[in-house]
């Protein structure tokens, strides 16, 4: 059996969630095993709990009840040591739009991998490119790339820290046949490296690159498991569409069915081969170094923001000018206001430009998190630009005004203290 995967026991998992004082069932007693260096789909019609079932096996959530161990680690309980052991693809890509896949990459690495040169961040990030076959479009913008290079950088940045467990939430979706094939084709090659990869999948053109699938009913509950060439007399079907069919009219009789066979084809937990110590994650300054450059990067790529954010202090300081008089300081009353519209100024410019950020990167953090990302690293990063920023723009706005007025505000505190 190869190290370089681990294996994942599911034991007893379920999910409820209470919606409007009535309790919803989302996972079912979920019991399986998937061995290491296995390929394993999990497909099932909408709302079968694919999703919640991946969240559950990333750490993203905990279930209702039951236990996750990952190559024989409870998972809730290992949950800091295993982050960035474990790789999770989100069905949304979850990348900074406005980097090139180059530079996005880079930093992730930076961010993931303590200790790392810049000639073993070159070499790594070469490395992947060529394996998913994204280099010659390693200086394009992520958002400019294609729906399959995007899915494929998603799986790049994952690969970057060397995860033994990868976790895809729907790789394939909305992407045309040929890209999907070579999609799964791709995975299937990571997973004969040795790599546990398991995915959801919406279409089923390409299972049978699988070594297993898991086929999910109403409620979250498993009525198969196993072979994909097997599948069929399984359901006594000839086309793999119809078991949707046969599972939305009664899922509870082959959900039995596969609890009975399961108690002897599942495998007994085993002991872990996994050393746990404390996880070598990067440092708190190695990664607020990172992530400053970083978003400096995409403030540098965002050219609308950047004229935003560069020109909206002095339009603020011409506004003002505008609307005040050369001499509106020698009157306490104008004087006021004058102070009034630098206190407006001052609070829109701080709200517009930070308003926005921890929102729109919520799941990019949450991502990141899971990954290692030092929290407080990501606050003290957005406060180190911004602040750098919000001094420029009072300074422009400030000097602007300061130049308009006449007498200038010394002038009139030296006439008034003599």
């Known amino acids: 059996m190869n190290d370089n995967g681990y294996s994942v026991k599911i034991d007893e ?40 079932l991946m969240n559950i096996l990333s750490g993203y959530n905990k279930p209702s009840k039951g236990h996750v161990y990952i190559d024989g680690l409870d998972l809730f309980e290992n949950e800091d040591y295993l982050k ?7 069905q949304q890509e979850i990348l900074d739009q406005t980097l090139t896949l180059q530079k996005s990459l880079e930093y992730s690495l930076e961010l993931r991998v303590k200790n790392v040169s810049k000639k073993e961040i070159v070499t790594t990030v070469n490395h992947v490119l060529k394996i998913l076959e994204l280099s010659h479009v390693r200086n394009s913008l992520i958002k400019n790339l294609s729906g399959g290079e995007k899915k494929r950088a998603s799986i790049a940045t994952e690969m970057l820290s060397d995860p033994n467990l990868f976790l895809l939430d729907e790789p ?16 299937r090659e990571i997973a004969d490296t040795g790599k546990t990869i398991i995915i959801t999948a919406h279409t089923v053109s390409n299972l049978n690159l699988c070594d297993r699938v898991i086929f999910m009913g109403k409620e979250g509950k498993i009525c198969y498991y196993g072979p994909y060439k097997d599948i069929f007399n399984y359901f006594n079907v000839d086309e793999f569409v119809d078991i949707y069919d046969i599972l939305k009219e009664d899922t509870n009789t082959w959900y039995k069915k596969y609890r009975n066979n399961s108690k002897n084809g599942i495998s007994d937990l085993e002991n872990s081969s996994i050393k746990v110590g404390k996880a070598a994650r990067v440092g708190f300054i190695s990664q607020t170094k990172t992530l400053v450059k970083r978003y400096i990067s995409s403030l540098k790529n965002n050219k609308f923001m950047m004229v935003l954010l560069l ?20 009157n306490p009353v104008t004087a006021s206001m004058v102070c009034v519209a630098f206190t407006m100024a001052a609070s829109w410019l701080g709200l517009f430009n930070t308003i926005q950020e921890i929102v729109k990167e919520r799941e990019m953090l949450k991502k990141e998190y899971m990954s290692g990302l030092n929290f407080t690293s990501y606050m003290f990063s957005k406060i180190i630009v911004f602040s750098v920023l919000s001094m420029y723009q009072a300074i422009t706005c400030v000097s602007i005004v300061y130049f308009h007025l006449d007498p200038r505000p010394e002038e009139i505190l030296l006439t008034n203290t003599v």
Do not use: H
């Open 172 to 187: 394939t979706s909305g992407l045309d046949a040929n890209i999907e094939k070579k999609i799964m084709k791709k995975l």
């Open 311 to 330: 020109g909206q202090s002095i339009l603020m300081g011409l506004l003002i000018c505008v609307a005040t008089e050369k001499n509106c300081l020698s």
């Open 84 to 90: 960035g052991k474990i790789a999770y693809v989100p």
């Open 13 to 52: 998992i379920s999910q409820s969630v209470v919606i409007r004082n009535k309790t919803k069932k989302i996972l079912s007693d979920l019991t399986l095993t998937v061995n290491k260096g296995e390929f394993v789909a999990i497909v099932g019609c909408s709302g079968a709990g694919k999703t919640t």
